[in-house]
């Protein structure tokens, strides 16, 4: 069992930054892949960008060259850095994390959620 706790969500005017950090609980964070998930208000929650165990990392596109995914297994943290906010990256954030090591963007391969952080992006 794994127990996500995300934090670092705010409000940001276009063209700023936020990191958001998801600090996990349990036993072998190394050996699960790890993702972020976003929900809008009205949307179904989509994925944003997700990393594997061996540092694989995909991207969304409308967040490519403007977000980075990070992890820090000592500290059984992951992280993402979000530049160049716009107003249409506002929504809820949820960490994921996956219990086999692989690659996938399918929001039902994640078998573990955090409650999400809000982030509005103000014009």
């Known amino acids: 069992q794994v127990q996500l706790v995300e934090s670092g969500g705010g409000l940001v005017q276009a063209g700023g930054s936020l990191r958001l950090s998801c600090s996990a609980s349990g036993r072998d964070f190394a050996n699960y892949a790890m993702a972020w998930f976003r929900q809008a208000p009205g949307k179904e929650r989509e994925f944003v960008a997700m990393i594997t165990s061996r540092y694989t990392r995909d991207y969304a596109d409308p967040v490519k060259g403007r977000f980075t995914i990070s992890r820090d297994n000592g500290k059984t943290t992951v992280y993402l850095l979000m530049n160049e906010l716009k107003p249409e990256d506002t929504a809820v954030y949820f960490c994921?994390?996956?219990?086999?090591?692989?690659?996938?963007?399918?929001?039902?391969?994640?078998?573990?959620w955090g409650q999400g952080t809000q982030v509005t992006v103000s014009s």
């Open positions: 994921a994390a996956r219990g086999q090591a692989s690659w996938s963007i399918r929001r039902v391969d994640y078998e573990f």
